[in-house]
């Protein structure tokens, strides 16, 4: 396989379905987020510990697999044949994940300051990159169709990587930092 074709040299780059579009467009800046978020969950994973954090692990290689799903629907230009792979299911399969993960931590009723361990500053890193890619996705829905599902996917992502961070926190006896001005925001 060759790595470079040459064919982004002026500015553009191929969508699924062969139409070209310059490389600051909305799909490309979407799912270019999606592909940094993806990164960074490797970022993530790299500084888990691989016996104590096996589950978390397991857990975000399935999302990088996902992520790689939902980019490629995000890629695929309107009107492409394109079997989409993000299924209708997906946001609600991350559902269980959040309500376990979340109960690893206490409950918070204020903002925190996003740190802590490596492995939970990537995942935090990770959330706000996603949360960009979901508002890019927003931006292009206004204007192209997109697939639904890989909307309500990052949108359930971004909570799943929030609570894994705080859980892996709470595994490496970190504490949350609150921030110091905020009222109570989070309701159970």
Not at 47 to 75: K, P
Not at 86 to 103: F, S, V
Not at 142 to 164: A, C, G, M, W
């Amino acid at each position: 396989m060759r790595i470079y074709t040459r064919g982004g040299d002026k500015g553009k780059t191929a969508l699924i379905g062969g139409k070209r579009r310059f490389k600051h467009d909305t799909r490309i800046e979407a799912y270019g987020s999606i592909d940094e978020a993806g990164a960074f969950v490797g970022l993530a994973i790299a500084e888990l510990d691989t016996h104590r954090d096996a589950d978390i692990m397991d857990l975000l290689f399935r999302v990088q697999q996902t992520l790689w799903d939902v980019g490629a629907d995000v890629a695929a230009a309107p009107g492409a044949i394109h079997a989409f792979r993000t299924p209708e299911t997906a946001a609600g399969d991350l559902e269980p994940e959040i309500d376990r993960y979340k109960e690893e931590s206490d409950v918070i009723k204020k903002f925190i300051l996003r740190g802590g361990c490596r492995a939970s500053a990537n995942l935090h890193v990770a959330c706000t990159v996603v949360r960009r890619a979901e508002r890019r996705l927003v931006e292009l829905m206004q204007v192209e169709e997109i697939h639904l599902p890989t909307l309500k996917y990052l949108n359930r992502l971004s909570d799943l990587l929030f609570v894994l961070a705080r859980a892996v926190n709470t595994r490496n006896h970190r504490s949350d930092v609150f921030y110091e001005h905020s009222p109570n925001v989070f309701r159970e």
